[in-house]
Nanobody
Framework: EVQLVESGGGLVQAGGSLRLSCAPS????????IGWFRQAPGKEREGVSC????????YYADSVKGRFTISSDNAKNTVYLQMNSLKPEDTAVYYC????????????WGQGTQVTVSS
C-alpha cells in the first residue's frame, strides 16, 4: 500500500521551531518530488515548499523563505521540513505530497499533521 506519513507537528510558541517529517511507505521518494502544503481553517491550501528528486532543487513560498528549510535523507527515505521563527500565521494542518512529475502535480498525499503556533 502506498502512503505518506507525516509527523512532528505540535504546539509551539511564536519564535519557536518544529521539524516535520514525511516518510513514504510502499515506495521510495527517489523518483518523486516531495512537497509540503498547509491549510489553515477557512483558507485555501497553500504550497509551502518542495524538493525535486531529479535535481535536488528546492522551492519555497515567499511567506516562509528564510525561515523554513526542506531537506531529504535518502538513507531514511524521509523528507524533513525544518520550521524556524514560527509565527501564529503558520498555524495550519501541514501535508506532504509526492509527485512523479516534479513539483507540479502530486500523486499521493499524507493525512496531515497539525501545527499550532501560539502568540
Amino acid at each position: 500500500e502506498v502512503q505518506l506519513v507525516e509527523s512532528g507537528g505540535g504546539l509551539v510558541q511564536a519564535g519557536g521551531s518544529l521539524r516535520l517529517s514525511c516518510a513514504p511507505s510502499g515506495f521510495t521518494f527517489d523518483d518523486y518530488a516531495i512537497g509540503w502544503f498547509r491549510q489553515a481553517p477557512g483558507k485555501e491550501r497553500e504550497g509551502v515548499s518542495c524538493i525535486s528528486s531529479s535535481d535536488g532543487n528546492t522551492y519555497y513560498a515567499d511567506s516562509v523563505k528564510g525561515r523554513f528549510t526542506i531537506s531529504s535523507d535518502n538513507a531514511k527515505n524521509t523528507v524533513y521540513l525544518q520550521m524556524n521563527s514560527l509565527k501564529p500565521e503558520d498555524t495550519a494542518v501541514y501535508y506532504c505530497a509526492a509527485g512523479s512529475l516534479g513539483c507540479i502535480e502530486y500523486d499521493y498525499w499524507g493525512q496531515g499533521t497539525q501545527v499550532t503556533v501560539s502568540s
